[in-house]
């Protein structure tokens, strides 16, 4: 145990912050792999988060903040730095109304919503007040700071369409408002940095009817539940390239199905790799390089991972296409 975990949890774990040393992050991340975290770290408030900032910067220590952990690969190594979470004070949901749209020059309602608010919720509230705009965000995984950072999107449709601005803290503890033309949005991904951290945002929808939002999100759950593969994933592996389904260049490989130990490429949505129990992260991190592999050979296309892979001080080039390595915490 070095030096600093023996530190953070007398200096941290209080009314504001807990601390959890050695977590394991399989815990923590929807593909259920993972080893552990040098202290997993929650954050309750503004206050709290910033103590834990303070605390990285005053002892040098490295620090990356976990969402609902929907979009991520994390090694058998885990993470040996503060892995960060954003608490209860950071999930919820205001209304600002109509008035606070006007001000900004548009028409609609305005939702203030908290960085650690799942999408899901996010959806349910709009919905329960008769708001129309989101409703292609129902099904995504993943909390609303994380889904701002990749531009989480459905449909045609993604959350830069909808953001008004956003509120973050920055890594010395300052708090910030960006707006899209300072995160400079893009197909799952914007410009903001690493170690900004998204505290809440507004959201500009519109008034609608509540049984054609309804019916919406009816079509949307329908599709979802025909195409997509239940058990645990990080979601899609892979961004589209322009003008192509990664999936379809997958499938067309021949790959679906293929498995090495406990993860498979779907079958129902080769985009998808599946834990079907006890899956390593090297047996996924090779599937996502075979994948890669074939698909270029087939069709010259390099596809571009979508989801983040972490993995500090495993050597991925040994890892590349070798017999299965890393442990499941």
Do not use: C
């Not at 050695?22 to 408030?45: C, D, M, Q, W, Y």
């Not at 033309?181 to 929808?205: C, M, T």
């Amino acid at each position: 145990m070095g030096n600093w975990q023996r530190l953070v949890s007398s200096t941290l774990n209080n009314g504001i912050v807990t601390v959890s040393l050695n977590e394991p992050l399989s815990k923590h991340t929807t593909f259920r792999i993972g080893g552990p975290a040098g202290a997993l770290v929650t954050a309750k408030t503004i206050a709290g988060l910033k103590a834990a900032l303070d605390f990285a910067r005053q002892n040098e220590v490295r620090w990356k903040v976990f969402g609902a952990g929907s979009n991520l690969l994390v090694s058998g190594q885990g993470y040996p730095g503060m892995v960060i979470k954003l608490g209860a004070g950071f999930s919820g949901i205001e209304t600002e109304g109509s008035q606070g749209a006007r001000e900004r020059g548009s028409e609609g309602v305005v939702l203030k919503v908290g960085a650690g608010t799942t999408l899901s919720h996010l959806v349910e509230y709009a919905t329960a007040k008769s708001l129309t705009g989101a409703e292609f965000l129902w099904g995504i995984p993943g909390t609303f700071g994380g889904s701002l950072r990749n531009n989480a999107g459905a449909y045609g449709h993604d959350l830069a369409e909808l953001l008004l601005d956003l509120e973050a803290m920055t890594a010395d503890g300052r708090e910030v408002t960006l707006t899209p033309k300072d995160l400079k949005f893009a197909y799952r991904a914007s410009s903001l940095a690493q170690d900004v951290i998204v505290l809440s945002g507004r959201l500009k929808l519109k008034t609608g009817e509540k049984a054609e939002i309804q019916a919406q999100i009816e079509e949307h759950k329908h599709h979802r539940a025909e195409t997509q593969p239940r058990g645990p994933s990080a979601g899609s592996v892979f961004r589209n390239p322009q003008g192509e389904s990664a999936g379809k260049l997958i499938e067309v490989a021949g790959l679906k199905g293929k498995h090495l130990g406990d993860a498979v490429i779907s079958e129902r949505h080769a985009n998808f790799i599946i834990n079907k129990g006890m899956a390593l992260f090297g047996d996924v991190y090779q599937l996502i390089e075979l994948i890669k592999l074939k698909v270029e050979e087939k069709s010259g296309i390099v596809l571009e991972e979508e989801i983040e892979i972490v993995a500090d001080g495993v050597p991925l080039s040994a890892t590349r296409l070798q017999p299965a390595a890393g442990a499941r915490q």
